[in-house]
């Protein structure tokens, strides 16, 4: 059974600082035509931060649209064109001042599938050494083990 829908036309609703809004009519598979809106998002990376003694290098951080603070981990937006290895190193080190001996991609995921093309690369980071963090302007953070 084919399941693919067929972008008919597309408009841009909403053009972000790094993000857009799109409202798009697709062919549906049995040849309806129906709206789809979603979010272009250019991606992520997310570092589960190895240390020797076998602890994760967790942020806690507060997030504007739920309104509260989460425990994370190191985690940051790819920079179009950018590399996912050097967005992954970049905000590690941004981020919590570690840099890593040894990186693997672990998985690809799309967490908001129904409305978003969004997708987070994940990486596991081993044979740390810190370094000292450098924040982007903006970004408040509390890095901890």
Not at 8 to 17: I, K, N, Q, R, T
Not at 34 to 46: K, L, M, Q
Not at 66 to 78: N, R, T, V, Y
Request: with cysteine.
């Amino acid at each position: 059974m084919d399941l693919k829908e067929t972008r008919l036309d597309s408009a841009v609703v909403y053009d972000g600082s790094f993000m857009q809004v799109r409202k798009d009519h697709a062919r549906l598979p049995d040849g309806q035509v129906h709206t789809r809106e979603y979010i272009v998002h250019p991606g992520a990376v997310a570092v589960l931060a190895l240390l020797d003694n076998g602890s994760l290098v967790m942020e806690r951080q507060y997030r504007y649209a739920p309104q509260q603070e989460f425990m994370e981990i190191p985690a940051g937006k790819i920079d179009h064109n950018e590399d996912i290895l050097i967005t992954a190193q970049r905000e590690l080190l941004e981020e919590t001042g570690y840099v890593a001996r040894e990186w693997t991609h672990l998985t690809t995921t799309w967490p908001c599938i129904g409305y978003s093309d969004e997708r987070i690369e994940y990486f596991l980071a081993r044979g740390l050494s810190h370094q000292g963090s450098q924040l982007d302007d903006g970004e408040f953070l509390e890095v901890f083990e």
